[in-house]
Structures are given as C-alpha cells and as structure tokens.
C-alpha cells in the first residue's frame, strides 16, 4: 500500500503459525496528527485473551494519538503517553472482566514524519532499519534473556536456547507502568530505506543475515513480507508471525535539511535586501517629504500666528 502524503510503502503480513490455535498478534497502520504509525503488537503467548490484549492495546494508542487535544505535545512524548494510556485501558478491562486476568501485549510502532521517524517498543517485538543492503536492530529486547546478555552471562547463542528466552520485563496490561522505550530525538531516513516491525514468531525463526537475505532478494515490500511469514513457517511456526515492511522513498534527512536551509537563506536574502532597498528609498524620497511636510506645518504655524496677531491689533484698534 502506497501512503504518497509520507512517501512510503508498506506491505505486511499477519499468520497463525503452526503450532498456535489462535493469532494473538494484531497490526494496523493509521495518519495520526504527529504522523503517520505503523504499529504491532504480540498478544502474551500462553496468558489469557492475548488477541483481545493485542488488538486493544492497538486501538488504545490509535485513539489517544488521533485526539485532536492532545496534540500539543511533541511526538516522544505522545508516544509515551498513548502506550501509558493503552496500558491503563487493558488493566481497566481486567477490573471489569476478571476473566481476560494475566492478559498482555508487546508492542513496537515506528512514527513517520516526512523524513525522519520516531519508534517506541515495549517487550521483544522488534524493529530493524535496512539501508545500502546492510540490517541493523535498532530496538532493544525488554526481556530476562537481553539483560543477561548485557550483563555477560549469557552469549547471543545461548540466548536463543535459553529457557528464559519468553520472559519479558515490559509489556502492555501487565505492570502498573510500563515505561516504554522511546525515541526522543528523530531518525533520519535516507531514500529507499526499509523499516521492518515484526513479532517475535519472525526472530525465533530467522536471523538477521536470513532477514536482510530476504528483504533484499525481493524489491518489492509486499512480497518480502510474504518470504519472511514463509521463512519463519518453515523453521517451524512455533509462534504466531507478523510483519510490516515499509519502504521509504521520499528525499533523504539531510537532503530535505538542506532544502530547509536554503530556504531559509533565500528568506534571510530576500529580507536583507528589501531592508536595503527601503534605507535608500527613504534616504532618497522620505527625507525631502518629511523636510517639505515640516515646512508646511512651519507654514501653516506661522500663519495661525499672524492672523492672531492682526486679529489682536484690529481689536485694540476698535476699541
């Protein structure tokens, strides 16, 4: 699907897996007044209404960011807030239902804003920037098994087999908060860069050399996303498996800044120059006007002082 107002493709594509009965996972993508969000989210595999969690957590931050009140905020902020308000939504559902108890959802969403692009994530749903054919990961797994890689206890390997590997330490409906990782300053986007949001039915699966194999064997967006579902069923779907892949094809960061600056620079020229143009326009005209205007006012005072002074002596007279 083309969204030509933000110059971007997205194709995408949402599978059961083959071991799970339901797709607890959910994606949309939607214009909001801060740009336009595209957004997944994994239902917690193994907790109650997981599909009902995903989906509500989506419309939660659809409708907390198309709030036309709200938009007096700057976008990390908005972010931030819609997933807290999300957050407070599912835990609201729970107090009214105590069926839907233990629900959650992870979420990953990246904001577009001409050339650059904000991201927020909760849990292991993970977003990757593809740019000159090169993959790199740009969100951070909120999970037990991240934390003990970052503390060097367990190696990239042996985190895709550890046994801790599903426990995550942020997520949507669980926590009184959840604190979500935001982008708070943009990134800027270059020509045919490509932005991948997935769920993590997609990384169980495939590697990032088996990711970037794909995203680049097949140009078009729509049909990658298809090859990565493929990908991930094929080493075994053990999970549910979503993908949206979005292609970005406007002009670059820093070529749209340099359109910026020029502008500016024409602003300031075209400025400074009628500035200049008025001094010696005044210097020229205004002077002789502002001379012959107090001339005549000296006229016009010298005048008012005669015919008083006459008018005085003509009564003196009569008298």
């Known amino acids: 699907m083309r969204i030509d107002t933000y110059n971007i493709i997205v194709g995408n594509a949402t599978d059961v897996g083959k071991v799970r009965e339901v797709n607890e996972d959910y994606m ?50 908005a972010l931030q807030n819609a997933i807290e308000f999300a957050n407070y939504k599912l835990r609201e559902m729970v107090k009214q239902n105590q069926t839907l108890s233990g629900m959650g959802t992870t979420c990953v969403l990246a904001l577009f804003q001409k050339a650059e692009m904000y991201m927020a994530h909760a849990g292991d749903s993970r977003l990757y920037l593809i740019r000159n054919k090169k993959i790199k990961q740009l969100s951070k797994d909120h999970s037990t098994v991240q934390n003990l890689i970052d503390a060097g206890v367990l190696s ?21 908060k959840v604190d979500p990782s935001v982008t708070k300053e943009a990134i800027g986007l270059k020509q045919y860069d490509k932005i991948l949001l997935c769920s993590d039915g997609l990384t169980t699966h495939a590697g990032n050399s088996e990711i970037l194999e794909i995203i680049n064997n097949y140009s078009d967006v729509q049909e990658a996303a298809l090859k990565l579902i493929e990908k991930a069923n094929f080493a075994g779907g053990s999970d549910n498996i979503t993908v949206q892949l979005i292609q970005y094809n406007g002009k670059s960061y820093r070529n749209r800044k340099k359109i910026h600056r020029n502008k500016r620079l024409r602003l300031v020229f075209v400025t400074l120059i009628s500035v200049i143009l008025s001094y010696f326009a005044f210097q020229k005209w205004g002077t002789s006007i502002i001379k012959r205007t107090i001339h005549d006012k000296t006229m016009i005072s010298d005048s008012t002082r005669l015919k008083a002074i006459n008018d005085s002596v003509m009564e003196i007279e009569k008298k």
């Open 28 to 77: 949309s993508h939607f214009e909001t007044p801060y740009g336009y969000c595209i957004i997944v989210c994994d239902g917690m595999g193994g907790h109650a209404a997981g599909d009902i969690a995903s989906q509500g957590a989506i419309d939660a931050i659809k409708r907390y960011l198309q709030d036309g009140k709200v938009t007096m905020l700057d976008a990390p902020n």
């Open 156 to 176: 990239e390997s042996e985190a895709l087999v550890s046994e801790k590997r599903n426990q995550i330490t942020k997520a949507i409906g669980i926590f009184d």
